[in-house]
C-alpha cells in the first residue's frame, strides 16, 4: 500500500498554519490512495508539537530528534530526514513551502537521487502535481516517475489548513546517527521579521486597494473600510511601487500569497501578477467601475460601480450593522 508522509514545521512555538495546509494536502492524496497520511516533526523538543499533531487524523507521528537539531542547519535537518525516508521507504512526502524546506529539501531529494516538486497548488489524478508557470500564466501537471518517495511542497494558500482531519495517532520517535563533523555550517539566532512586519499570509480578512484609488490621499477611505471589517489593508503592487503603502502590504508574484475567508479588492483590475497571489482566498469579492476588468473573472461577488460611492456606502452600512 502506498504511504505517504508530511513534514511539520514549528514556528514560534507552534505548527505553523501552513505545515497544517501541507496535512492537509497529505490527507487529500493518502484518501486518493486509499490510505491514511502519517506526519513527522523534526528537532531536539518536539514532545508537545507531536501531541498537537496526533490529534490530527493521521495514522501515525513521528518525532525525528536528535540533540544536533536543537537548532536548524541544512545538514543535520537532511540527514537526519534521509536516514528516516531510507527506513521507511514512503511513496510521497510532502512539504510545505517554506524558507526552510526550500534550503534543505532539494538536498534530501539529491541525496535519495530524487527531484522534489516545488510549490504544488493542486493534486489531481494520477496522482499530478500542478505547479504554475510562467507567473500563474500557465499550470503544469507533474507525476513521478522510476521508484523512492516522490517529494513535493505545497504553496502557501493553496490547500486549507481547516480541512486537516481530526483524530488520534500513536507517537513515536526515531533517532538518527548524526555526528558534529557532518553538520558544516554554525547556525546563528533564527530570523526574526521586524515588530512591524505584517503577516497577510494569515490574516482571515483583507481589503486590498489598488491604481483605482488614483491618489495617496484618497487611502483613508479604504482605510476606514478595513477597520470596520476588521481586515488587514493590502495592494496591489503599483500602490507599492509609489511607495503609497509599504511593500510588506503587497500581494501578488512579487508580493505575499494569501489565502483569507475574504478578500475585497478595491479598484484593482486583476492582472495575473496580482491574482497567482490572491485566488486561492475563500471569497474574492471585487469593486472595479469596468464590467470588464479580469478581476471579476475570479470574483465571487462583483460590484459594477465607483470605488468612491461603493467604499464608503459599504462602510457605512458595516457600522451601523454592529451598532
Ligand atoms: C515581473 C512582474 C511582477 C509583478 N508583481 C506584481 C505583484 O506582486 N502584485 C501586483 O499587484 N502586481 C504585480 N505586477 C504588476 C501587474 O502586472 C499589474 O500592473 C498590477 O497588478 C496592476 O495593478 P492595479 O490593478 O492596481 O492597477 P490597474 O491595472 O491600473 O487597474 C486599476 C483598476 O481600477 C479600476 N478603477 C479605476 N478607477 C476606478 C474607480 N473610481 N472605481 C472603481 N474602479 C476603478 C480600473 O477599471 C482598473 O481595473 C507585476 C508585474 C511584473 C511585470
Same mark, same amino acid.
Given at each position: 500500500?502506498?504511504?505517504?508522509?508530511?513534514?511539520?514545521?514549528?514556528?514560534?512555538?507552534?505548527?505553523?498554519?501552513?505545515?497544517?495546509?501541507?496535512?492537509?494536502?497529505?490527507?487529500?492524496?493518502?484518501?486518493?490512495?486509499?490510505?491514511?497520511?502519517?506526519?513527522?516533526?523534526?528537532?531536539?523538543?518536539?514532545?508537545?508539537?507531536?501531541?498537537?499533531?496526533?490529534?490530527?487524523?493521521?495514522?501515525?507521528?513521528?518525532?525525528?530528534? #536528535?540533540?544536533?537539531?536543537?537548532?536548524?542547519?541544512?545538514?543535520?535537518? &537532511?540527514?537526519?530526514?534521509?536516514?528516516?525516508?531510507?527506513? +521507511? &521507504?514512503?511513496?510521497?512526502?510532502?512539504? =510545505?513551502?517554506?524558507?526552510?524546506?526550500?534550503?534543505?529539501?532539494?538536498?534530501?531529494?539529491?541525496?535519495?537521487?530524487?527531484?522534489?516538486?516545488?510549490?504544488?497548488?493542486?493534486?489531481?489524478?494520477?496522482?499530478?502535481?500542478?505547479?504554475?508557470?510562467?507567473?500563474?500564466?500557465?499550470?503544469?501537471?507533474?507525476? =513521478?516517475?522510476?521508484?523512492? =518517495?516522490?517529494?513535493?511542497?505545497?504553496?502557501?494558500?493553496?490547500?486549507?489548513?481547516?480541512?486537516?482531519?481530526?483524530?488520534?495517532?500513536?507517537?513515536?520517535?526515531?533517532?538518527?546517527?548524526?555526528?558534529?563533523?557532518?553538520?558544516?555550517?554554525?547556525?546563528?539566532?533564527?530570523?526574526?521579521? &521586524?515588530?512591524?512586519?505584517?503577516?497577510?499570509?494569515?490574516?482571515?480578512?483583507?481589503?486590498?486597494?489598488?491604481?483605482?484609488?488614483?491618489?495617496?490621499?484618497?487611502?483613508?477611505?479604504?482605510?476606514?473600510?478595513?477597520?470596520?471589517?476588521?481586515?488587514?489593508?493590502?495592494?496591489?503592487?503599483?500602490?507599492?511601487?509609489?511607495?503609497?503603502?509599504?511593500?510588506?502590504?503587497?500581494?501578488?508574484? &512579487?508580493?505575499?500569497?494569501?489565502?483569507?475567508?475574504?478578500?475585497?479588492?478595491?479598484?484593482?483590475?486583476?492582472?495575473?501578477? #496580482?491574482?497567482?497571489?490572491?485566488?486561492?482566498?475563500?471569497?474574492?469579492?471585487?469593486?472595479?467601475?469596468?464590467? +470588464?476588468?479580469?478581476?471579476?473573472?475570479?470574483?465571487?461577488?462583483?460590484?459594477?460601480?465607483?470605488?468612491? +460611492?461603493?467604499? =464608503?456606502?459599504?462602510? +457605512?452600512?458595516?457600522?451601523?450593522?454592529?451598532?
Amino acid at each position: 500500500m502506498s504511504s505517504v508522509w508530511v513534514v511539520l514545521e514549528e514556528r514560534g512555538g507552534r505548527i505553523s498554519r501552513i505545515s497544517w495546509e501541507a496535512a492537509a494536502a497529505g490527507q487529500q492524496l493518502a484518501s486518493q490512495l486509499n490510505t491514511k497520511a502519517n506526519a513527522l516533526l523534526i528537532g531536539s523538543q518536539t514532545e508537545s508539537f507531536a501531541a498537537e499533531a496526533a490529534n490530527k487524523g493521521l495514522a501515525k507521528v513521528v518525532r525525528v530528534e #536528535h540533540p544536533l537539531l536543537d537548532q536548524y542547519t541544512a545538514d543535520g535537518f &537532511s540527514l537526519a530526514l534521509e536516514q528516516f525516508f531510507r527506513a +521507511e &521507504s514512503p511513496d510521497y512526502v510532502v512539504f =510545505p513551502h517554506t524558507y526552510q524546506v526550500r534550503d534543505y529539501a532539494p538536498a534530501l531529494a539529491a541525496r535519495l537521487n530524487r527531484v522534489l516538486i516545488s510549490d504544488v497548488t493542486a493534486i489531481g489524478e494520477g496522482p499530478a502535481f500542478t505547479r504554475q508557470l510562467m507567473q500563474g500564466r500557465l499550470n503544469g501537471n507533474y507525476r =513521478p516517475s522510476g521508484t523512492g =518517495p516522490c517529494f513535493l511542497s505545497v504553496q502557501s494558500g493553496a490547500f486549507r489548513a481547516e480541512t486537516a482531519e481530526a483524530g488520534s495517532a500513536e507517537v513515536t520517535t526515531f533517532t538518527p546517527e548524526i555526528a558534529p563533523e557532518q553538520i558544516r555550517t554554525k547556525p546563528s539566532e533564527p530570523f526574526r521579521g &521586524s515588530a512591524q512586519t505584517v503577516d497577510l499570509g494569515s490574516a482571515q480578512f483583507i481589503v486590498a486597494v489598488g491604481r483605482g484609488i488614483k491618489e495617496a490621499d484618497n487611502l483613508s477611505i479604504v482605510q476606514d473600510l478595513a477597520a470596520a471589517l476588521g481586515a488587514e489593508l493590502a495592494a496591489s503592487r503599483p500602490i507599492c511601487d509609489n511607495g503609497w503603502l509599504p511593500l510588506e502590504r503587497q500581494v501578488g508574484s &512579487s508580493g505575499q500569497t494569501v489565502a483569507p475567508k475574504v478578500y475585497l479588492a478595491v479598484g484593482i483590475s486583476g492582472a495575473i501578477q #496580482h491574482l497567482v497571489g490572491m485566488k486561492g482566498s475563500q471569497c474574492i469579492v471585487a469593486i472595479n467601475k469596468d464590467p +470588464e476588468a479580469p478581476i471579476f473573472e475570479v470574483a465571487d461577488y462583483g460590484i459594477v460601480g465607483d470605488l468612491f +460611492e461603493v467604499v =464608503p456606502a459599504l462602510t +457605512e452600512a458595516l457600522k451601523s450593522a454592529k451598532q
